[in-house]
């Protein structure tokens, strides 16, 4: 049996794709288990996060909500999809395996979907065109057993070992454009604003930076073990 995986995007009339073009700044990922939505969302426009968030409102109770001046974190206490409007519930009727979170940005919603058998992902797809789903397939590879491409990263591998002051600390320097190119502002303007010597902020920022290349760098020794082509293969456009 050779299993498959594929990424896809997808557009259709359905209330979190409806809101993505809505707000084309937007960027939404969703990670669903058929009875709760939590939500995460980012945009260059922070003053378009009310509008959002009524939208949101629209489709469920919020339950939970957590705001940090860059990013919303939500949880819809209902999920209100259905095999009509909803391309995860179809993946699950098809016996398919989707890898969260499902994405949202400019109209358009990204999956990552592992097929294990090429009949469902043809039923699948032969249902989204059925319904009116407009869909292109961005990548469609045999899934090998390449283990780098088919680790997903999450949180805990990354972040967990960072403390409340290291992450605070790496998304407030994200914040003020330190990690742009060029920079928009130096560690002593940063840690300034934050009314912090400059010397621990430094110290906060330097050492959540390690943690996060020290827990990375078995991923990209992983992958840097595949040959050239394969590597290739695995770049996806989400433009």
């Known amino acids: 049996m050779v299993l498959y995986e594929v990424v896809l995007k997808v557009t ?56 940090d001046g860059t990013k919303v974190h939500m949880i819809i206490k209902e999920c209100t999809c259905r095999l009509e409007n909803s391309v995860g519930k179809n993946i699950d009727a098809f016996n398919l395996l989707h890898i969260s979170p499902a994405i949202y940005g400019g109209g358009w919603e990204y999956y990552r979907i592992v097929a294990f058998q090429h009949k469902d992902l043809n039923r699948f797809l032969q249902r989204l065109e059925d319904r009116g789903f407009v869909f292109e397939i961005l990548r469609k590879v045999p899934f090998d057993g390449f283990l780098a491409s088919s680790l997903t990263l999450t949180a805990d591998a990354l972040f967990s070992d960072l403390t409340e002051k290291q992450a605070d600390a790496l998304m407030t320097a994200y914040k003020y454009g330190y990690y742009r190119l060029p920079r928009k502002a130096n560690i002593e303007t940063i840690a300034s604003k934050k009314r912090l010597p400059r010397t621990t902020f430094q110290e906060h920022l330097k050492k959540a930076e ?14 840097r073990q595949a040959p050239e082509e394969k590597r290739k293969s695995l770049k996806i456009a989400t433009a």
């Not at 943690?211 to 990375?216: V, W």
Request: hydrophobic content about 40%; proline content about 6%.
């Open 210 to 223: 390690n943690k996060l290349i020290a827990s990375l760098i078995p991923y990209l020794q992983l992958f």
């Open 12 to 67: 259709h009339d359905c209330p979190f794709c409806n809101i993505s073009k809505k707000f084309p700044a937007l960027k939404m990922f969703v990670w669903c288990n058929r009875e709760h939505e939590a939500i995460e969302i980012a945009t260059e426009n922070p003053e378009e996060y009310s509008a959002v968030q009524r939208e949101l409102s629209k489709i469920g109770r919020i339950v939970d909500e957590s705001f």
